[in-house]
C-alpha cells in the first residue's frame, strides 16, 4: 500500500512545464535545444525497463514488472531534477531479446521499447538509447560474431564487411522503427537524446596477467585498437549519414591506448592499455557529437593487490584528462555511468563485505557528493578545459517502490534512499539552475520543431580479468 501511495502521489505531483524545442545538438561544447537554451544531461542508467514492459522478472522480487514501473520511472525523473535516462534498448540476458536471430526482431520486444519512449516523451525525458551491447548473452557482440562465424577470430567483428553490415542493419532498424505508441520514427522523435553506439565496446582481451610479458594473443595487439577505431568511424558516420536529428556517441568507459601519451591516467596496472579503447582517438572522429565516459575504480581496481590508489585523487586526475582533450577536440563531455557498490569486499576503497543499511548512506552518499561536486565546479566555472564537463548519469536506478534493496552488488540506488534524497535531487537541481537560458555563439534553428517538456526547472560487471 505504501508504495502504491507513492507511486500515485508522483503521477499526482507530476505537471508539465516550458521545455526544450526541437532536437539536443551541440554549440560551444554545451548542448542546446533548437533555441539554445541549454541542456544538461542528469539522470539515470537503468537497465531493466524493457524487460520489466515485456512482463519478465529479472531476479525476483527486487525488480518489479509490468508498465506501472516504467511512469514511475519517469515521474520520479520529472519532478526530482533529472533531465534523462540512460536505457538499454536491448535485452540484458537470453529472457528478453529484441534480436533473437539476425535480422529477425521479437516485436513484444520492439513494443515494449516503444512503450518506454512514449512514457518518456509523456514526461518529458530525454532518452540515451544503446543500440548494443559488449557484455552480456543477448543482443551483443558475441551474437555477431556467431552470426558471421568469426568465433576464432574476435576483431573480425570490427573488421568483416559482412558483421559490419550485420549491425549496420540493426542501426537502420532502429532508425526507421516507426513507434505503436505514437506514429514516430525513432530517427524523428526528439525525446531520444543520444545514440549509443554500442555499450562499452572493447577488443576481447581479458589477460589473466600481464607480466613478465604482455598477452600475444590478436585480441590484445594494437592492430585490435586500429581496427575498434575505425568501426567507431563507420558505425558513427552510417549512423548519422541515415539520422540526421540525433546526436551519436560510444557510449564507453574512455581508455586511454597503451601507446597514447596519456596512458598514465588510466585504472589499474596496464590492463585499460590494451583494451582497444582509445579516448582521444576514438572521440576525434566528426562524426562523434560529443565525448563521454564511465567511472568504476571499485571494479576497475579490484583483485590488484599491486596497485594502491587514493580515490579522490584518481577521480581528480580521471575528469580533469578527459576534459582537456575533450576541450582541445572541442566537444562537451559527459559522464555516462558512475556508481558505487557497498557489497563486495574486493571492490576498492572503504567498501564493506556485508554493510549494515545504516552503512550504506555513508559509503555511497559520500562517494556521489563527491562526484557531483565535481560536476558543480566545472559546469559552474566557466574556465577551460573544466567547463568542457557538462552533465552526469548515476547508476543505476532501483525500480522498486522501496527503500534500499540488498541488489548482490548494492548498485541500484532508490527514490526513498538517502543518496537520491539528499544528493542525486538537490545536486541536480543546483546544477540545472547554473544552466544558460542563451548559450553565447549558438545559432538558433530557424524551422517549425516540436517542442517537449520537462520539469527541469531529466549490467553491471567485473570490468577486468
Not at 231 to 242: D, E, G, L, S
Request: with cysteine.
Amino acid at each position: 500500500m505504501k508504495a502504491v501511495a507513492v507511486f500515485l502521489a508522483l503521477l499526482v505531483s507530476f505537471q508539465c512545464a516550458a521545455g526544450y524545442t526541437g532536437f539536443i545538438r551541440t554549440s560551444n561544447e554545451k548542448f542546446v535545444d533548437d533555441n539554445c537554451q541549454e541542456f544538461v544531461p542528469l539522470g539515470m542508467n537503468t537497465w531493466l525497463l524493457l524487460e520489466s514492459v515485456v512482463g519478465t522478472i529479472i531476479d525476483p522480487p527486487t525488480n518489479p514488472f509490468g508498465l506501472s514501473p516504467v511512469d514511475f520511472t519517469f515521474s520520479v525523473a520529472a519532478n526530482n531534477s533529472q533531465t534523462t535516462a540512460r536505457v538499454f534498448a536491448h535485452g540484458i540476458n537470453s529472457t528478453v531479446v529484441l534480436q533473437p536471430e539476425q535480422g529477425v526482431y521479437n516485436e513484444t520486444v520492439f513494443k515494449a521499447l516503444d512503450y518506454i519512449i512514449y512514457r518518456a516523451q509523456h514526461y518529458g525525458t530525454k532518452l540515451i538509447l544503446t543500440l548494443g551491447d559488449q557484455w552480456n548473452t543477448a543482443d551483443s557482440k558475441i551474437n555477431y560474431i556467431e552470426w558471421g562465424n568469426a568465433t576464432t577470430n574476435t576483431n573480425l567483428f570490427f573488421t568483416s564487411p559482412v558483421i559490419q553490415g550485420y549491425y549496420q542493419q540493426h542501426i537502420l532498424t532502429m532508425l526507421n522503427r516507426n513507434n505503436t505508441y505514437t506514429g514516430v520514427l525513432y530517427k524523428n522523435d526528439p525525446t531520444i537524446f543520444a545514440w549509443d553506439l554500442m555499450n562499452e565496446v572493447r577488443c576481447e582481451c581479458y589477460p589473466v596477467t600481464l607480466y613478465p610479458a604482455y598477452p600475444t594473443n590478436v585480441e590484445c595487439l594494437p592492430s585490435c585498437a586500429d581496427d575498434l577505431d575505425a568501426w567507431v568511424q563507420i558505425m558513427a558516420n552510417y549512423t548519422k549519414t541515415h539520422d540526421a536529428n540525433h546526436l551519436v556517441t560510444i557510449g564507453y568507459e574512455g581508455f586511454w591506448g597503451e601507446y597514447d601519451t596519456d596512458v598514465q591516467y588510466n585504472p589499474g596496472n596496464g590492463w585499460a592499455g590494451i583494451t582497444g579503447q582509445n579516448f582521444s582517438r576514438n572521440m576525434a572522429h566528426t562524426e562523434i557529437d560529443f565525448a563521454e565516459i564511465h567511472y568504476w575504480p571499485d571494479e576497475w581496481f579490484a583483485n590488484q593487490e599491486d596497485i594502491t590508489y587514493d580515490a579522490a585523487q584518481f577521480l581528480t586526475a580521471w575528469f580533469t584528462q578527459h576534459a582537456i582533450v575533450a576541450n582541445n577536440l572541442g566537444k562537451p563531455l559527459l559522464l555516462e555511468e558512475f556508481g558505487k557498490a557497498v557489497n563486495n569486499s574486493n571492490s576498492g576503497d572503504g567498501v564493506q563485505a556485508n554493510p549494515k543499511v545504516s552503512d550504506v548512506a555513508y559509503i555511497r552518499d559520500t562517494y556521489f557528493s563527491t562526484v557531483y561536486a565535481l560536476a558543480n565546479t566545472s559546469m559552474t566555472s566557466n574556465t577551460a578545459p573544466m567547463d568542457t564537463l557538462r552533465g552526469a548519469m548515476w547508476w543505476q536506478w532501483d525500480m522498486t517502490y522501496s527503500p534500499f534493496v540488498y541488489d548482490g552488488g548494492n548498485l541500484e540506488v532508490s527514490y526513498t534512499d538517502s543518496t537520491f534524497q539528499d544528493v542525486i535531487e538537490p545536486s541536480s537541481a543546483f546544477l540545472l539552475s547554473q544552466a544558460e537560458a542563451t548559450v553565447a555563439k549558438c545559432t538558433k534553428v530557424n524551422q517549425a520543431a516540436t517542442t517537449t517538456t520537462s520539469t527541469a526547472t531529466a549490467g553491471r560487471r567485473l570490468m577486468t580479468a
